[in-house]
T-cell receptor
Framework: DVKVTQSSRYLVKRTGEKVFLECVQDMDHENMFWYRQDPGLGLRLIYFSYDVKMKEKGDIPEGYSVSREKKERFSLILESASTNQTSMYLC???????????FGPGTRLTVT | GQQVMQIPQYQHVQEGEDFTTYCNSSTTLSNIQWYKQRPGGHPVFLIQLVKSGEVKKQKRLTFQFGEAKKNSSLHITATQTTDVGTYFCAVMDSNYQLIWGAGTKLIIKP
């Protein structure tokens, strides 16, 4: 069974801090994604990656960057956290061709 | 870009009543996926529909894909407390990106 893990379930950071959210999948999936989920707004794609060292902007990339140095790991970076980045962050992975996505448990980030 | 409209946003039912959520697109879809997210959980894949007019069942859940491949529905018969959560549809655009519906939250009245 595919397993997607995220480094933290809950995280509290201060405004201006640099924040790293890490995601690891164990099924050799090519594709990895970072979403944020806010009440009433559904799932919004921040960044995705089709391969190691590749990254593509999603719908809301502003204020975020990503890193994919190894196939199994996809990191989301908030260079300078702001209160409007308080949200639930979900990582997902899938095989090439965007078949079903497998999600991690999510990280609820609060920026104060 | 491609959009998918999902309605309703919320549906309140008594336990034992039926529930339906709909997804509609203005363009023909190659396929549609359905996911369920329990409260406090993450989205979990339920099914993918590919063929025009396709109907698939999973126990009390019935999934339909329209003949024109522009709409889809998920129907739950005789809801139970374990059905509570948000149901999302997701469609693939021409760039192989998944476009997500806003979700329908199933709430069971006490």
């Amino acid at each position: 069974d595919v397993k997607v893990t995220q480094s933290s379930r809950y995280l509290v950071k201060r405004t201006g801090e640099k924040v790293f959210l890490e995601c690891v999948q164990d099924m050799d999936h090519e594709n990895m994604f970072w979403y944020r989920q806010d009440p009433g707004l559904g799932l919004r794609l921040i960044y995705f990656s089709y391969d190691v060292k590749m990254k593509e902007k999603g719908d809301i990339p502003e204020g975020y960057s990503v890193s994919r140095e190894k196939k199994e790991r996809f990191s989301l970076i908030l260079e300078s956290a702001s209160t409007n980045q308080t949200s639930m962050y979900l990582c997902a992975s899938s095989l090439f061709g965007r078949q079903r996505e497998y999600f991690g448990p999510g990280t609820r980030l609060t920026v104060t | 870009g491609q959009q998918v409209m999902q309605i309703p946003q919320y549906q309140h039912v008594q336990e034992g009543e039926d529930f339906t959520t709909y997804c509609n697109s203005s363009t023909t879809l190659s396929n549609i996926q359905w996911y369920k997210q329990r409260p406090g959980g993450h989205p979990v894949f339920l099914i993918q529909l590919v063929k025009s007019g396709e109907v698939k069942k999973q126990k009390r859940l019935t999934f339909q894909f329209g003949e024109a491949k522009k709409n889809s529905s998920l129907h739950i018969t005789a809801t139970q407390t374990t059905d509570v959560g948000t149901y999302f549809c997701a469609v693939m655009d021409s760039n192989y990106q998944l476009i997500w519906g806003a979700g329908t939250k199933l709430i069971i009245k006490p």
